[in-house]
């Protein structure tokens, strides 16, 4: 038989229909908005009545060519002659289903631990659900989320054979775009499709759904950035790349959204005008859509992290991805306190960062690692191979990860750049990491729009070189601290605070490439 096409898999919920949308109606426009699967889950219906909706629903999945799955009936499938049936843990072990169904018959199955994943790929199950993404109010969870990041890990296990892997729970065309990108393995192991209800069912136009889901699904899958495959620039390039964007920074003068914490608000949007973009704070979640359309970018700083600010750091990164807007992640002082932990945990499971940067201790903590401690804001050591930890990070991630430090280390996952410029008094003055975070934003948001406006040309580019954007800001808050520690009126770190942003506004492209300490490290 023809493969199927698992990107939109369906999965119906009579009770979800809005008022005044029939079952019927409402399927056949979600099939003419792009829908590729449909599986018809019927939990509290007698026989006969599911009988008789299955028999219409194949009906009309054979007039669009779609092929039909049933949950948990074996009867059912082979009475409608379904494409196949979809089975739960507390189902028919997959080995008896295969006896009583014909050759050819799909078997799909529910995981929900990676042992069931390799169970299933030991049973040759055709295909698997992974669930549940996230909290979902169409179905009673058994098991605690999984969330984005924890799907990596069961792709992993079925690297190498032919079963299909759909995810499923609480998936919307709002968190779309983080699930696409952050559920690959560390081999590239990415998903086949998306199972979804509620945004299609409950939707009083389930055709537009449909195909905002389906618009979205492709574009992630043609997007260009997974991590292999990129253009491999060379270390000269890249400083060149970054003065380019400097210089872009300064010409396109970017809106940089800004959610940072009270204590540095002040040099950070100060920090932000020096490098020739604007910047904007706010934090209310009302306005969060219409700033992520108005904005270039966005910075997430966690560092005065309260309750209430949450709503607005997870709205606000959705809307950033939904837009194409680069996010920025500064989890200070993740590692000080449970709370903040688990508010990191759930902005990653929402959003999908462009760059993370933070300090060993922040980024230890981020990562689960007991390895470097952390005291407040600040670390108290260092990694015995910050190579390989910035490499698997950002790895794991799936984004730009740069470690701060006396060498800064930044890595896109498969490369690891050493930049050892910087002034000692850069790490005596309160808030130098949240500028740098501005600055990253800028250089992002610049970088974004200056691929943007290439694909606009005709230009054959991978999207935003977010890799050479951050060596570029960091190259520029750094080598400016250098030319601010020597200047005459500078006694002292009070002193140094508005020098260094005098510096950054000075600083020439042409030195950044004369003085820039840049090296990379040998390959894994």
């Not at 792709?155 to 032919?162: K, M, N, T």
């Not at 060149?240 to 040099?267: C, E, Y």
């Not at 954007?469 to 605070?497: C, K, N, P, Q």
Request: aromatic share 4%; glycine share 10%.
């Amino acid at each position: 038989m023809d493969p199927i096409d698992f990107s939109l898999y369906l999965v119906t919920d009579r009770g979800l229909l809005p008022q005044g949308k029939s079952y019927l109606e409402s399927l056949e426009q979600a099939l003419l908005g792009g829908v590729t699967v449909v599986q018809i889950r019927e939990k509290k219906t007698d026989t006969a009545e599911f009988l008789e909706i299955a028999l219409q629903s194949k009906a009309l999945c054979d007039r669009y060519k779609v092929p039909l799955i049933i949950n948990d009936r074996i009867d059912i499938a082979l009475a409608v002659n379904a494409r196949g049936v979809h089975l739960g843990q507390s189902d028919m072990p997959i080995d008896v289903a295969r006896k009583l169904l014909p050759k050819g018959f799909l078997i799909g199955i529910s995981c929900n631990t990676l042992d069931e994943v390799r169970r299933a790929r030991e049973s040759q199950a055709d295909y698997v659900g992974l669930a549940s993404v996230w909290d979902t109010q169409t179905k009673k969870l058994t098991n605690v989320p999984i969330g984005v990041r924890g799907l990596g890990v069961m792709l992993e296990a079925l690297d190498g054979s032919e079963v299909r892997a759909v995810a499923i729970g609480g998936i919307k065309s709002t968190n779309l775009i983080r699930l696409m990108h952050g559920s690959v393995s560390a081999t590239n192991h990415g998903l086949d499709g998306v199972a979804v209800v509620s945004d299609i069912v409950a939707s009083h136009d389930p055709k537009g759904a449909a195909q905002m889901l389906k618009s979205i699904f492709i574009a992630c899958k043609k997007s260009t950035l997974s991590f292999d495959g990129e253009p491999r620039l060379s270390r000269e390039e890249i400083i060149d790349k970054a003065v380019t964007i400097m210089d872009g920074v300064r010409s396109l003068n970017p809106l940089v959204h800004q959610m940072t914490n009270v204590v540095v608000s002040n040099q950070s949007a100060n920090i932000t005008l020096a490098v020739g973009a604007s910047p904007i704070m706010a934090t209310a979640p009302e306005e969060m859509a219409d700033l992520a359309e108005l904005s270039d970018s966005l910075l997430v700083n966690i560092g005065t992290l309260r309750a209430d600010s949450m709503q607005g750091m997870l709205k606000g990164g959705y809307s950033a991805n939904a837009g194409r807007k680069p996010v920025v992640l500064d989890p200070v002082g993740v590692g000080a306190s449970e709370f903040r932990k688990a508010s990191v945990k759930e902005l990653l499971d929402i959003w999908q960062p462009t760059v993370i940067k933070g300090n060993a201790g922040e980024l230890a903590a981020l990562a689960g690692s007991i390895e470097v401690a952390a005291k407040g804001v600040d670390s108290t050591g260092g990694f015995k191979d910050p190579v390989s930890f910035v490499r698997q990070l950002a790895r794991k991630e799936r984004c730009i990860v740069a470690l701060t430090g006396e060498t800064d280390y930044i890595s896109d996952g498969k490369r690891v750049l050493l930049l050892k410029n910087g002034d000692p008094l850069l790490g005596k003055i309160t808030g130098s990491g949240c500028m740098l975070g501005s600055c990253i934003s800028s250089y992002c948001a610049a970088a974004n729009t200056l691929a943007n406006e290439d694909h606009r040309e005709g230009k054959l580019t991978r999207g935003g070189d977010f890799l050479s954007a951050t060596v570029g800001a960091v190259l520029t808050l750094t080598i400016a601290s250098e030319f601010a520690a020597t200047r005459e009126d500078v006694h002292g770190i009070g002193t140094f605070l508005p020098a260094l942003i005098d510096e950054v506004a000075a600083l020439q492209p042409e030195t950044i490439v004369r003085l820039a300490k840049v090296e990379e490290a040998a390959d894994s």
